[in-house]
């Protein structure tokens, strides 16, 4: 690169960058989703239908990044066989595009919870070739939907929870593995991809704290790239369920993927604050955690997006599930029950710092092309509101 070139891109990020520092005027958005379009990654929210105005109110202006929390999986989609209501998932993903917001699809094929349809495992279990036959399910299901939204869903987990719940294996209660072993992630990839080409794919996964965990999922994650798999991303959940973050562990993990040139996220963040309760001021150690989650992602390149697993406290999933529901309310999020923000929400903001002028220009202008669509998005959203 010439000189004149070096000192043309560094104008141009110079201007890009001071435009950035200006969006209050234009864009109204809270410090959060403000943050995030400097520092070039997407900080999202898990959002359902049943939100009330306040809460979609900090849905819309905080955050950059929408997940459908629900309305997206099979069990919901499809009550009955061959039956499909996008009532749900038409709205949330309507009002994420009005927000101006990116979208992450969660999930295509997650064999736990509300993933699954109630009818798919006997229906697979009476098919005279169940191989030939859940295959085809898989694929029909990924092209109705992932075809639905094509070119609307930024991101898919396409497949959730591939491992079994505690163990470094793949999970060998699950339907899609029983039926096809690991070669259900390769059906479930390729036809995703084909259903939408844009959309970047990823392997989601729970409880990657666990270092065998980690290492399996990285086994897995590679196996299907050898064999020319669609797989894009890696999602680490981020439920943090054993224990708060280890900011040293998780960056690490960030890098070792990237390191496989697949992007990768925290996809569903929520960090209980009973972790905290022998701490003097849990919820600024809850805070502190929220630092280090952000952070580790921050620093490395490849990780694009930190999700958070609800708006506020007063509606997170720990709470009743019945794994974790037990004992003190978790207040696991970045606002309060009343929708006021915590110490986590400010120390999430200060952990997402403006890029100097030189890392723009090391970056390529890559996160700022990033930030500044957002910001045209968030600005024309705000014209057809206005
Ligand atoms: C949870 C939802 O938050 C709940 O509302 C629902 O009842 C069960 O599923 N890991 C996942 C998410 O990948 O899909 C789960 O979401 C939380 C655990």
Same mark, same amino acid.
Request: hydrophobic content about 45%.
């Given at each position: 690169?010439?000189? $004149?070139?070096?000192?043309?891109?560094?104008?141009?990020?110079?201007?890009?960058? %001071?435009?950035?520092?200006?969006?209050?005027?234009?864009?109204?958005?809270?410090?959060?989703?403000?943050?995030?379009?400097?520092?070039?990654?997407?900080?999202?929210?898990?959002?359902?239908?049943?939100?009330?105005?306040?809460?979609?109110?900090?849905?819309?202006?905080?955050? =950059?990044? =929408?997940?459908?929390?629900?309305?997206?999986?099979?069990?919901?989609? $499809?009550?009955?066989?061959?039956?499909?209501?996008? !009532?749900?998932?038409?709205? %949330?993903?309507?009002? *994420?595009?009005?927000?101006?917001?990116?979208?992450?699809?969660?999930?295509?094929?997650?064999?736990?919870?509300?993933?699954? &349809?109630?009818?798919?495992?006997?229906?697979?279990?009476?098919?005279?070739?169940?191989?030939?036959?859940?295959?085809?399910?898989?694929?029909?299901?990924?092209?109705?939907?992932?075809?639905?939204?094509?070119?609307?869903?930024?991101?898919?987990?396409?497949?959730?929870? &591939?491992?079994?719940?505690?163990?470094?294996?793949?999970? &060998?209660?699950? %339907?899609?593995?029983? =039926?096809?072993?690991?070669?259900?992630?390769?059906?479930?990839?390729?036809?995703?991809?084909?259903?939408?080409?844009?959309?970047?794919?990823?392997?989601?996964?729970?409880?990657?704290?666990?270092?065998?965990?980690?290492? *399996?999922?990285?086994?897995?994650?590679? +196996?299907?790239? /050898?064999?020319?798999?669609?797989?894009?991303?890696?999602?680490?959940?981020?439920?943090?369920?054993?224990? &708060?973050?280890?900011?040293?562990?998780?960056?690490?993990?960030?890098?070792?993927?990237?390191?496989?040139?697949?992007?990768?996220?925290?996809?569903?963040?929520?960090? !209980?604050?009973?972790?905290?309760?022998?701490?003097?001021?849990?919820?600024?150690?809850?805070?502190?955690?929220?630092?280090?989650?952000?952070?580790?992602?921050?620093?490395?390149?490849?990780?694009?997006?930190?999700?958070?697993?609800?708006? /506020?406290?007063?509606?997170?999933?720990?709470?009743?599930?019945?794994?974790?529901?037990? +004992?003190?309310?978790?207040?696991?999020?970045?606002?309060?029950?009343?929708?006021?923000?915590?110490?986590?929400?400010?120390?999430?903001?200060?952990?997402?710092?403006?890029?100097?002028?030189?890392?723009?220009?090391?970056? +390529?202008?890559?996160?700022?092309?990033?930030?500044?669509?957002?910001?045209?998005?968030?600005?024309?959203?705000?014209?057809?509101? !206005?």
């Amino acid at each position: 690169m010439g000189p $004149s070139r070096i000192a043309k891109t560094g104008l141009v990020a110079a201007t890009a960058w %001071l435009i950035l520092q200006l969006p209050a005027a234009a864009l109204p958005l809270g410090e959060l989703a403000r943050a995030a379009q400097r520092a070039g990654i997407d900080v999202g929210v898990a959002v359902d239908t049943n939100l009330n105005a306040a809460r979609q109110a900090i849905a819309a202006s905080e955050f =950059t990044s =929408t997940t459908v929390e629900n309305r997206l999986k099979w069990g919901s989609l $499809s009550p009955a066989q061959g039956v499909y209501d996008f !009532s749900g998932a038409d709205a %949330l993903v309507d009002q *994420a595009e009005q927000n101006g917001q990116r979208i992450r699809g969660h999930t295509l094929f997650w064999d736990r919870l509300n993933g699954m &349809p109630g009818w798919l495992e006997a229906d697979v279990a009476g098919a005279t070739d169940p191989v030939a036959h859940l295959t085809q399910l898989m694929q029909t299901h990924a092209a109705t939907v992932v075809g639905r939204y094509a070119g609307r869903l930024a991101q898919w987990d396409v497949v959730n929870e &591939p491992l079994a719940q505690l163990l470094p294996t793949m999970d &060998p209660e699950s %339907l899609f593995f029983q =039926t096809l072993g690991e070669s259900y992630l390769d059906v479930a990839f390729h036809a995703a991809h084909a259903a939408d080409p844009t959309a970047q794919l990823f392997l989601n996964e729970t409880l990657t704290e666990v270092p065998t965990r980690f290492d *399996a999922l990285l086994q897995i994650a590679q +196996g299907m790239l /050898d064999r020319a798999a669609p797989l894009h991303g890696i999602g680490l959940q981020g439920h943090f369920l054993l224990g &708060p973050p280890d900011r040293t562990q998780l960056q690490s993990q960030l890098e070792a993927v990237a390191a496989m040139g697949l992007a990768v996220e925290l996809t569903e963040v929520d960090i !209980s604050l009973n972790h905290f309760l022998g701490d003097p001021d849990p919820l600024a150690a809850q805070a502190r955690a929220y630092a280090d989650v952000f952070g580790a992602c921050v620093a490395v390149t490849a990780c694009t997006g930190v999700t958070v697993w609800g708006v /506020d406290d007063g509606d997170t999933w720990l709470d009743t599930f019945a794994l974790t529901a037990a +004992g003190a309310p978790h207040r696991p999020l970045l606002f309060d029950a009343q929708g006021l923000p915590k110490p986590a929400y400010h120390a999430a903001v200060a952990a997402l710092p403006e890029p100097s002028l030189g890392a723009l220009l090391l970056l +390529g202008g890559a996160a700022l092309r990033r930030a500044s669509a957002q910001g045209r998005a968030r600005a024309e959203s705000d014209r057809q509101r !206005s």
